[in-house]
């Protein structure tokens, strides 16, 4: 019987998983509160008349395709990819036979926030964990923002996977890739910052504008990353099927042997 370790934040009234306006909202109706909807159904029916007087309990979420653990299609990156060749795929066209693969787990929780992570610094990471990246391999970034999810600060933690480290896994058969940081990219606030001194629109949100020239798949809002090993585990990831869309969330869970 493997392991399984969840990889998945809760979705919850919590300012601090988003930027300001971009958080989930849940309401919750219990069992009390909805037994009239319940007898509804049936002329007659009075509240008492159920067990214990209960109805069922209900929730309405408002949340955007990108709030909580979710998967990033192609087509949130940009319209086209394959360097323009193809349209890009959506979140509905995810080929599932990506989304069950050996994982690979790169701990760069010693970066500081901000930092862009270089090729170099894969290839030093691959070397130390003894890893050779094999195509379709699920590649987790573990950042120091998975430790303050859901507090302040968090979405402008960790460092940030920008084109040229998205193209080194990419260009290597990579197609499914993940962090616990709000973003695959470095952190607004600290992009804002190079933007400041160097307008160069390159370095504006780079790793996902990678996926213009090879189509790849990109998880956020990971958890637990730190109680993975390096390798030899299964990731295990599908989408929810929303037609036509950007993203999906993903209950996405880790398989030990």
Not at 123 to 152: K, M, S, Y
Not at 178 to 198: I, L, V, Y
Not at 238 to 244: L, R
Request: charged share 20%.
């Amino acid at each position: 019987m493997p392991q399984f370790i969840d990889l998945s934040v809760d979705i919850d009234n919590n300012i601090h998983t988003d930027h300001p306006g971009g958080s989930p909202k849940i309401d919750y109706l219990n069992h009390q509160q909805t037994a009239n909807g319940l007898t509804h159904f049936f002329p007659g029916l009075k509240p008492q008349d159920l067990p214990d007087g209960e109805g069922w309990a209900v929730e309405t979420i408002t949340l955007s395709t990108h709030n909580g653990t979710h998967m990033d299609a192609p087509w949130h990156f940009h319209s086209t990819t394959n360097n323009g060749s193809d349209r890009a795929p959506t979140i509905d066209e995810t080929p599932l036979e990506y989304c069950f693969k050996p994982g690979v787990k790169l701990d760069f929780r010693h970066f500081d926030d901000g930092y862009l992570v270089t090729a170099a610094d894969i290839e030093a990471e691959l070397d130390r964990i003894e890893h050779a990246l094999q195509p379709l391999d699920i590649v987790l970034v573990n950042t120091r923002a998975g430790d303050i999810f859901g507090q302040p600060g968090y979405v402008d933690a960790g460092c940030g996977m920008g084109r040229e480290a998205t193209l080194y896994l990419t260009e290597r058969g990579v197609r499914v890739v993940g962090t616990d940081g709000w973003s695959w990219d470095a952190p607004f606030n600290h992009t804002a910052k190079r933007w400041a001194e160097n307008p160069d629109p390159s370095i504006i949100w780079e790793g996902h504008k990678a996926g213009r020239e090879i189509p790849y798949w990109q998880m956020e809002k990971l958890s637990n990353l730190a109680a993975l090993p390096a390798n030899n585990f299964t990731v295990a990831c599908f989408p929810v099927k929303i037609k036509g869309a950007s993203a999906g969330w993903t209950r996405c869970v880790a398989m030990i042997d």
